[in-house]
């Protein structure tokens, strides 16, 4: 269960990104026209970027891959640093938000 500091941040997080065309905070986190761009999981926000940008933060040691069944799940990172979430959860927003490339002719 996350703590406090954590639930807050993610409630601010929350308020911040509801008014966002297609966002909306459900129970498994937060998402942008039906994708999940982020949650929570303990302490740490759990974000999707893209996968360079997630070898860098990984890299710089800003965040941790995210594990599924003991296996890196791509371009998904936990962030455990508050002060980064609000930054890393709009990167999550545009990345996930953003109209797919190509497929429209």
């Known amino acids: 269960m996350a703590g406090r500091a954590a639930r807050d941040a993610y409630e601010t997080l929350e308020i911040s990104l509801r008014d966002e065309d297609g966002v909306e905070a459900t129970p498994v986190g937060l998402l942008v026209h039906g ?7 303990g302490d740490d926000l759990v974000v999707d970027v893209t996968p360079a940008r997630a070898r860098d933060l990984v ?22 640093d508050l002060l980064l979430w609000p930054e890393l959860a709009g990167e999550a927003h545009e990345y996930v938000g953003e109209p797919p490339v190509g497929g429209q002719s």
């Open 35 to 41: 994708r999940r761009f982020a949650f929570l999981e």
């Open 59 to 80: 890299h710089r040691g800003v965040a941790e891959r995210f594990v599924v069944d003991g296996h890196p799940a791509r371009g998904w990172v936990r962030v455990s």
